[in-house]
């Protein structure tokens, strides 16, 4: 029978480890073995929160839900039951600045109206954490780049609530757009829209910085930037539908037409509306076709075909796997996919789009 040669060193050096680890103080042991959630604070505890983030958080692997910032302290409560955090993390809009002093929590999440982004972002950079931003990023290109320039200020990372960078479905896009595996996509069409049965916030300006272009045309607008391969339009187009409920849509628009122009001659013709159901979205080039047939923004349900076939992924969770991705940002210093400067983007074609249905005139984008 051989004995196998021990080589001294290297036992002396496994033992050596091994018993380092075992004679370790316990939280470093846990440390090591399982590295701390960043905490997340949802700023605004609406639908999006309440049905979206809150249970994605409880699927996380780097991130969970340490706070809220709520209006209702009530609301607050029953939150901190709910997902099992202090009741000292719960915060108002009026007291952010107290989640300065909050080991906690070290990511801030803007869930709030559109109108209300910056405020809360720029409050919660200057408590020194980091921001996530809904979309879209702000009611403003003066917004959003006071946003910036606040997380700048303050060295926190910022990122906008662009899910659908991590849906399989939008990733192929993405894929085929860059690879080109259908040519370079030259025409793509979107159309995004439900029917309001009763006024809320989305049809007040000063909250939603607008109508459907704002709430529903950001999609397709970002959309069609991804099947550019990440270009933005060079200029823009568009038509304000005739009102039917002017009562209703008193200083927002109830949809518009509009088409964006590409750099090499792509366009894009879109439409949307808060008085009419759809949500498709098609890119062609010269070698084949995608077409998002049904739910082609939305969490789940995708029907998507190409002209190879019809694509099948199994449907994640997008909101925790891009909540993962932030904090997984913040844990090893790199930047965000999906920066302040792509929301800031998309509010530059927004203002360029209204500008171009008000003047009646194509309006150019710089971006």
Excluded at 319 to 347: N, T
Aim: net charge positive; with cysteine; glycine share 10%.
């Amino acid at each position: 029978m051989q004995t196998k040669k021990v080589d001294r060193r290297r036992f002396i050096g496994q033992a050596s480890a091994a018993m380092g680890t075992l004679l370790m103080p316990g939280p470093l042991y846990s440390l090591i073995r399982e590295p701390r959630k960043l905490g997340i604070a949802l700023v605004g505890l609406g639908r999006y929160s309440t049905n979206q983030l809150g249970p994605a958080l409880k699927q996380t692997q780097y991130c969970r839900l340490a706070g809220v910032v709520t209006g209702s302290k009530e609301k607050g409560e029953q939150w901190a039951k709910d997902y099992g955090f202090p009741s000292e993390n719960i915060y108002g809009y009026d007291t952010m600045a107290q989640l300065a002093g909050n080991k906690d929590i070290d990511i801030v999440y803007v869930v709030t109206p559109n109108g209300l982004h910056a405020e809360h972002a720029i409050a919660a950079a200057k408590a020194g954490k980091h921001v996530i931003c809904e979309k879209p990023m702000a009611n403003t290109v003066a917004e959003c780049n006071a946003i910036i320039a606040a997380c700048r200020a303050a060295g926190v990372q910022l990122s906008v609530g662009y899910r659908l960078h991590f849906d399989p479905y939008h990733q192929e896009l993405m894929r085929l757009a860059k690879e080109k595996d259908f040519g370079a996509f030259t025409q793509m069409k979107g159309n995004r829209g439900f029917v309001m049965a009763k006024k809320v916030w989305r049809a007040d300006k000063k909250l939603a910085g607008g109508g459907p272009i704002m709430d529903l045309g950001v999609y397709i607008i970002h959309g069609a930037c991804m099947a550019a391969n990440g270009q933005s339009p060079v200029a823009v187009t568009a038509k304000e539908y005739a009102k039917t409920k002017p009562d209703m849509f008193i200083d927002v628009e109830e949809g518009m037409d509009w088409t964006m122009e590409f750099p090499g001659g792509a366009v894009c013709t879109a439409t949307t509306s808060y008085q009419h159901n759809s949500d498709t979205f098609r890119a062609e080039g010269a070698k084949g076709w995608i077409d998002f047939k049904e739910h082609a923004f939305t969490y789940r349900g995708m029907v998507v075909e190409t002209s190879r076939g019809p694509l099948n992924f199994t449907p994640p969770n997008q909101q925790a796997l891009q909540m993962d991705d932030f904090a997984q940002c913040i844990l090893s210093g790199k930047k965000s996919r999906v920066p302040g400067e792509l929301g800031r983007r998309d509010l530059v074609i927004i203002e360029a789009i209204y500008k171009a249905a008000e003047t009646g005139k194509r309006v150019e984008v710089k971006v």
